[in-house]
Structures are given as structure tokens and as C-alpha cells.
């Protein structure tokens, strides 16, 4: 079974401009989720989808963050545009339902915004 | 307040010897969960073991146990006989809310094993 596939693994930007991350679950999983994490620190959680629908996004920086799951399947986060704090590890993560113990993460995709 | 503290920012084991990553967390809620995963430098976070709060006994997983002190609010994560692939970023993690809809990471250990 494959894992969370995320994409791109590395991405160089200017500051300023938009980019975009993809991420595809384990096929049948339910809830997603897009965490930040710094360099040094722990995620932090910026979205969490159930199926379709954003349940959680209190941590989500909307003036330059968006997020979108259309079908219920893979996602895509997207910064617009990007400042020289984006720069981070983009992580994404999937479960089969909200209740279930373990979380499944990608690689994750470093972002450096220079 | 800090919901997950780990206090260790990097530890040394020598091989084969068992080492302790401390985690204390803050909640108020009665029903929670605390996890422990691992990063290797290849950046994906591995699930490594689970406990729940309302678990009586402490969860193991092969080399990995958790001790987990209620009253203390820690759950420190055991690996007995380390080997050269256990060196990584560990987070301790806990989810709490309804659903379990929140979700935190501490700010993580990172584990050196000396041959």
C-alpha cells in the first residue's frame, strides 16, 4: 500500500511569489491534515479536513494561505504570496476516520522562500 | 502554557544501552491521547506508539514502552537496547478535544546513538 505522497519535496522561491504544495492520501482515509513545522520545532497543525469539508482551520494564515480538497481525496495548499517566514517544512497526514489512533505522514515538502 | 514540554533538545545513548526522552503535557480534559513519533533526516514522521489516558496499563512496542505518570502528566518514551538507526528527532504529541480534534507536538529530542 502506498503511503502519503507529498509533492514537491524541495521547492526554491522568490519572495513574493505564489506556490503550491500537493498532497495525496492513503486511499481510504478520511481525515488530512497540512502542518507547518519550523526548523527545530515540532508541527503545528494549519488544516484538517474531513472528507471534503475544512473542520479546523484556525491555525490557517487566510490573507496568504488557502487549502482545498475538492473531492475528498488529494489536497492542495497554497501561499500567495510567499514571505521569507514561509520558509518550513510543509507537512501533510491522513487518517482513516478522526477517531482512529495512529496518523499517517508524508515526507513533506521544504519550502525556502529567499 | 505549553501543551507537550520536552525539555531535552538532544541526547546521547551508546548502543545497545536503553535511553529515557522525557514529555510532560498540560490538559484539563479527562479523555486524551499521547503519542510518540520519530524523524529521521529523510523528514517523514513515523508513528512510534500510543497511549490512552484512560489505559491502565503502560504501552509497549517492542523497543518502544511509554511511561506514562498521570498525576505527573508525563509520558516519557523508553528504548531499551538503542541501535545506530534509532538516531532521529523524537516529538512527544497529544490529542485532546471533542472528536479529538486537537492536535500538539512538543518541540521534539534529538537522539544521537554512539557505536
Known amino acids: 500500500e502506498a503511503g502519503v505522497v507529498q509533492s514537491p519535496r524541495y521547492k526554491i522561491i522568490e519572495k513574493k511569489q505564489p506556490v503550491a504544495f500537493w498532497c495525496n492520501p492513503i486511499?481510504?482515509?478520511?481525515?488530512l491534515y497540512w502542518y507547518l513545522q519550523n526548523l527545530g520545532q515540532g508541527p503545528e497543525l494549519l488544516i484538517r479536513?474531513?472528507?471534503?469539508?475544512?473542520?479546523?482551520d484556525s491555525q490557517l494564515p487566510k490573507d496568504r494561505f488557502s487549502a482545498e480538497r475538492l473531492k475528498g481525496v488529494d489536497s492542495t495548499l497554497k501561499i500567495q504570496p510567499a514571505e521569507l517566514g514561509d520558509s518550513a517544512v510543509y507537512l501533510c497526514?491522513?487518517?482513516?476516520?478522526?477517531?482512529?489512533?495512529?496518523?499517517?505522514f508524508g515526507q513533506g515538502t521544504r519550502l525556502t522562500v529567499v | 502554557a505549553q501543551k507537550i514540554t520536552q525539555t531535552q533538545p538532544g541526547m546521547f545513548v551508546q548502543e545497545k544501552e536503553a535511553v529515557t526522552l522525557d514529555c510532560t503535557y498540560d490538559?484539563?480534559?479527562?479523555?486524551?491521547?499521547l503519542f510518540w513519533y520519530k524523524q529521521p533526516s529523510s523528514g517523514e514522521m513515523i508513528f512510534l506508539i500510543y497511549?490512552?489516558?484512560?489505559?491502565?496499563q503502560n504501552a509497549t512496542e517492542g523497543r518502544y514502552s511509554l511511561n506514562f505518570q498521570k498525576a505527573r502528566k508525563s509520558a516519557n518514551l523508553v528504548i531499551s537496547a538503542s541501535q545506530l538507526g534509532d538516531s532521529a528527532m523524537y516529538f512527544c504529541?497529544?490529542?485532546?478535544?471533542?472528536?479529538?480534534?486537537?492536535?500538539?507536538f512538543g518541540s521534539g529530542t534529538k537522539l544521537n546513538v554512539k557505536p
Open positions: 497526514a491522513s487518517k482513516k476516520a478522526v477517531e482512529d489512533t495512529e496518523a499517517f
Open positions: 504529541a497529544m490529542r485532546e478535544g471533542q472528536n479529538f480534534n486537537k492536535f500538539y
Open positions: 497511549q490512552g489516558s484512560y489505559d491502565q
Open positions: 486511499s481510504g482515509h478520511n481525515t
Open positions: 479536513y474531513e472528507n471534503e469539508e475544512a473542520v479546523d
Open positions: 490538559t484539563s480534559d479527562p479523555s486524551y491521547g
